[in-house]
Nanobody, 124 residues
Framework: VQLVESGGGTVQPGGSLRLSCTVS????????MGWFRRVSGKEREGVAA????????SIADSVKGRFTISEDAAKDTRDLQMHNLTVEDTAMYYCASRPIDCGSGTFRRWTYNKWGQGTQVTVS
């Protein structure tokens, strides 16, 4: 599996941004796709996840009501839509996949074995 993130950038507080994760060489359709973020000096935090084929989604409490995750079938991407961004959302955002579904422990980062290189989101 190869993952490539795009869509990062700088946005003002209250703004919106959409990140995309392009997936290639997928080996299973039952894997879970997750979005994580890492603030400098802190542990990587899971924010959203979706089953590879869409449908089941999970959103972390810290971003619930502002972030959504979806599948763009036409582009074959898994997108993270972010609204009402705050400076606390500033982080490097990563797309990741794991070979099991999005059930138990969806945001346990150590269960994900494939990672993209990340895309920077800056809110200022």
């Amino acid at each position: 599996v190869q993952l490539v993130e795009s869509g990062g950038g700088t946005v003002q507080p209250g703004g919106s941004l959409r990140l995309s994760c392009t997936v290639s060489k997928a080996t299973s359709t039952s894997m879970c796709m997750g979005w994580f973020r890492r603030v400098s000096g802190k542990e990587r935090e899971g924010v959203a996840a979706i089953l590879f084929n869409g449908g089941i989604t999970s959103i972390a409490d810290s971003v619930k009501g502002r972030f959504t995750i979806s599948e763009d079938a036409a582009k074959d991407t898994r997108d993270l839509q972010m609204h009402n961004l705050t400076v606390e959302d500033t982080a490097m955002y990563y797309c990741a996949s794991r070979p099991i579904d999005c059930g138990s422990g969806t945001f346990r980062r150590w269960t994900y074995n494939k990672w993209g290189q990340g895309t920077q989101v800056t809110v200022s």
